[in-house]
């Protein structure tokens, strides 16, 4: 099986190497279709279907080279019934004809980052200068930093991709 990740964020790739046993698994940067740090999650979701989409493209007409296509996006956003803004992940998989769609765990973000983001700054680096890191999003991620360890961005990831995979993997669907 061969599956490609739209994304040059190794972790990405990591995430859904992590979940689809010995499939062969490329990444390409491919375009998201929403800004660098999508807010709510009808954009974090769109991201991820755009990305999952483009990369599964990349193998050429109805995809002669790819079973299926990956995408994952970060994004804020709120829940009903709290008031704090919190990390969300999506991931989208596609076999160039349907789609399936899973999140990742949330994660609430400190008052001092959320009102950053809220003024138009992007998580990522917000959470470099907070921490003094370097590319924290390609290491254990906002995911990591905000439980004290107790997850990573890779695991957070894997964990929205093997809901995205269920449509594809289960009967039940
Ligand atoms: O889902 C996440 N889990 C984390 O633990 C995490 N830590 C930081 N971020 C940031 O969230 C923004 C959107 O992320 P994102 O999906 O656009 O990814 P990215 O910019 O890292 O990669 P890519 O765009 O090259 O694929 C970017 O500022 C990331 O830095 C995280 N997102």
Redesign the pocket.
């Given at each position: 099986m061969r599956i490609v990740v739209g994304?040059?964020?190794p972790v990405?790739k990591a995430a859904v190497e992590a979940v689809v046993g010995d499939a062969t698994v490329d990444a390409i940067?491919v375009p998201?279709g929403v800004p660098?740090?999508?807010r709510g999650h009808a954009e974090t979701i769109a991201g991820a279907q755009t990305r999952a989409w483009e990369a599964f493209d990349t193998g050429g007409d109805e995809s002669a080279v790819y079973d299926y296509g990956v995408g994952?996006?970060?994004?804020v956003a709120s829940f009903d019934g709290a008031d704090d803004l919190y990390?969300v992940?999506w991931a989208a998989v596609t076999d160039g004809v349907r789609v399936g769609r899973g999140a990742g765990p949330s994660v609430r973000l400190p008052s001092r980052v959320a009102v950053r983001i809220r003024n138009g700054e992007?998580?990522?680096?917000v959470?470099d200068d907070v921490l003094g890191t370097d590319d924290?999003?390609?290491k254990e991620?906002?995911?990591?930093a905000l439980t004290g360890g107790r997850i990573d961005?890779e695991t957070?990831?894997s964990t929205a991709v093997a809901g995205a995979f269920g449509p594809f993997v289960s009967e039940l669907y």
């Open positions: 994304s040059a964020n990405k940067a998201s660098e740090q999508p994952l996006e970060g994004g990390l992940m992007e998580l990522g680096p959470m924290i999003a390609k991620g906002a995911a990591g961005r957070a990831l």
